[in-house]
């Protein structure tokens, strides 16, 4: 019935500030353009295999003007995977440590981002070619505001334009953009990009640079899709200028999760010339590339602050100037000075501005030592730096749960008259 529902308020505000950041506002009216791009992680960014460039247009985003390039950005995501991604980009809660959300809980309440901007007057759609019930999408979208999806039957696919789990990403952004131009603006919108996915196959005729050598095949052609990928990311910038629709959008590019699991190991410590994967080196492998693209904005730069996928609902909802006063939600605006400071991972895992957390240890995040070990910090003489921070985690996980399980968001007036 929601008596728990007080309690969660009150932490939810706890978590942020009452002062909106400099940028407040600084894309109201915009067309939002968000690419969720498949098993991005940020090793690949300013990195290079067999001598040459991996994702070169990625990386002159990072040093563009006009873009905030977040270089220790977090994907928070379970079993679920892109959708899980997708859950928490909605709503700014997490997803649950077991099973999809999108499948278990696709019909409950949400206050998701797309319906928020809907009642702003904006138009929502998503943009994904493949079979709408895939992930439960097509039930989960409606629940989440999506006013239309743009699913494989959407799109031509034949045997020469597919690969792998199907349309190609170059042919997709291709296919997409009658669709965007056709659009009431504002417009929300979300791309969801296909060919980097495991086992990164491609046609010899896509690939731009030579697969890795190690004994990891998955590792080894990562690369070339990955830089596939990134020109069809590039090119899909040039259309929508062609289009007329760059200058009045901001474009937002996410990683949704990692694309190299742990199995991948040992190719992964020879590709970055190190001895082992350590539990603190596995944890910031969990690091996605996070953009925001703002044509004109001039002021775009690295962002080095610890952040994450809990974020990105707060963080659109500001730039556009939405006030989020009375919304109930875990992250914070990354232009905020006020923020929480830690990332939490589905697991309990942590990442804080000073520490790591993970199978039980506290590292130092800068250097990756184990804090026992590490003599410039000396308050460990009763208990671990990391316990604390721990203790808000685990609360904040569990409540968020709450949330879910209980469909708890029935209850809430969001309007702000309670
Ligand atoms: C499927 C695509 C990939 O539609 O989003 O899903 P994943 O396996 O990465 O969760
Ligand atoms: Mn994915």
């Not at 600084?26 to 690949?44: M, R, W, Y």
């Not at 493949?130 to 979208?141: A, G, I, P, V």
């Not at 610890?306 to 914070?332: A, W």
């Amino acid at each position: 019935d929601g008596t728990e529902l007080p309690e969660i308020k009150d932490y939810v505000d706890s978590l942020r500030s009452d002062k909106q950041s400099d940028l407040y506002g600084i894309a109201e009216g915009k067309n939002v353009i968000f690419i969720s791009a498949e098993s991005l992680q940020t090793f690949v960014i300013n990195n290079e295999v067999n001598g040459e460039e991996i994702t070169p247009f990625l990386n002159s985003l990072v040093d563009d003007k006009d873009t905030y390039y977040f270089e220790n950005f977090y994907h928070q995501t379970m079993q679920g995977k892109t959708s899980d991604s997708e859950f928490l980009t909605a709503n700014s809660l997490y997803p649950l440590p077991r099973g999809a959300v999108f499948f278990t809980h696709g019909q409950n309440d949400y206050h998701a981002l797309p319906e928020m901007l809907n009642e702003e007057g904006y138009y929502t759609a998503s943009f994904h070619a493949n079979n709408k019930s895939f992930w439960n999408r097509d039930q989960m979208y409606d629940s989440l505001g999506f006013d239309h999806f743009y699913g494989d039957e959407s799109y031509e696919v034949t045997k020469d334009n597919s690969i792998g789990w199907g349309l190609k990403d170059k042919p997709f952004f291709e296919q997409s953009i009658k669709y965007l131009q056709a659009l009431d603006q504002p417009f929300y919108t979300k791309f969801i990009t296909l060919t980097n996915h495991f086992p990164f196959d491609l046609d010899e005729e896509d690939r731009s640079i030579e697969p890795y050598d190690s004994n990891s095949n998955t590792l080894n052609n990562y690369f070339p899709t990955v830089r596939y990928m990134d020109e069809s990311i590039e090119q899909f910038f040039n259309q929508l200028k062609d289009a007329g629709l760059y200058e009045d959008s901001i474009i937002i590019i996410m990683g949704d999760h990692y694309g190299i699991s742990a199995n991948h190991n040992k190719a992964m410590s020879q590709y970055l010339e190190k001895e082992e994967i350590t539990p603190y080196d596995h944890i910031q492998l969990q690091r996605v590339p996070f953009f925001i693209h703002i044509p004109g904005s001039g002021k775009g730069k690295v962002m080095s602050e610890v952040s994450g996928q809990i974020d990105i609902k707060p963080t659109i909802l500001h730039l556009l100037g939405i006030d989020t006063e009375n919304d109930i939600y875990f992250g914070n605006d990354l232009f905020s000075d006020d923020r929480k400071g830690y990332i939490a991972q589905r697991n309990g895992d942590f990442i804080s501005d000073k520490y790591i957390s993970t199978e039980g240890i506290c590292y130092n995040r800068e250097t990756g030592e184990p804090i026992e070990e590490d003599q410039t910090i000396t308050e460990t003489d009763t208990e671990s730096p990391c316990t604390a921070i721990e203790e808000k985690v685990t609360n904040e996980l569990g409540y968020s749960d709450d949330i879910i399980y209980g469909d708890l968001f029935r209850f809430v007036d969001f309007t702000g008259s309670d």
